[in-house]
């Protein structure tokens, strides 16, 4: 089977700017997911999706390659992921399997992609993405009404006074998300109801979105 992993870097960041090129541990923030995906075996060949000249010359040097320019249009905030997967789908048509990297998620590893897509495989699954226990439960959250009463978002099978008593629950950590390419195409999705979970450590489940976010990660890297 063909995999093409693709690394989304667009030039505009609002909440951390040029973030996907600042140093970070004697590297840019993108070299950490290139080399992730150049060091899995599973994968076939690693390709840039990027509107920004520096970000595409970045990438080239550290081996990934960049055989498209994206347009301006999904360079937007308002472009989605899936805009962008299905715009180098369209460039890069011949491939059984495609795989999301973002670069916002520096300390996934190239196990960690051999392993979600071994996990694919295995169960005949036709996405997988991965996941991190939530760091607070959905089943003691609550909404509002305009009377300030509370309602529980979602309410567990049995009443719980400890954390431990409650079901484990998982959020989606942003590090993985891997497809058969035909499937795809037709649900325009990474998350159908036969998809399958790849669990994560938070520890390795970080997703760049700010200043404070980096320097977590810069802390992690020098321990």
Not at 29 to 41: T, V
Not at 62 to 81: M, N, Q, V, Y
Request: aromatic residues 6%.
């Amino acid at each position: 089977m063909k995999v093409l992993a693709i690394i989304p870097a667009r030039g505009g960041s609002k909440g951390l700017p040029r973030k996907n090129i600042l140093p970070l541990g004697g590297r840019p923030l993108i070299a950490w997911s290139i080399e992730a995906a150049l060091g899995a075996s599973c994968i076939h060949r690693v390709v840039l999706s990027s509107d920004d000249d520096e970000i595409i010359e970045v990438a080239k040097a550290h081996g990934c390659e960049a055989p498209f320019k994206r347009p301006d249009t999904l360079a937007t905030d308002e472009a989605s992921s899936m805009d962008v997967v299905l715009h180098a789908l369209s460039q890069l048509p011949d491939h059984d399997v495609v795989v999301l990297l973002q670069p916002t998620s520096p300390l996934r590893t190239s196990a960690d992609i051999d392993s979600a897509f071994e996990l694919m495989m295995r169960s005949g699954a036709p996405s997988c993405v991965s996941v991190c226990p939530a760091s607070e439960s959905p089943f003691w959250m609550y909404s509002l009404s305009a009377q300030q009463q509370m309602h529980r978002l979602i309410k567990p099978e049995v009443d719980a006074t400890r954390r431990q008593e409650l079901p484990t629950a998982y959020s989606l950590n942003g590090a993985l998300y891997i497809a058969r390419t035909d499937w795809l195409l037709q649900h325009r999705s990474f998350i159908g109801e036969d998809s399958v979970a790849y669990v994560m450590p938070r520890s390795r489940s970080i997703d760049i979105d700010i200043e404070d976010d980096f320097v977590t990660v810069q802390k992690l890297i020098e321990k």
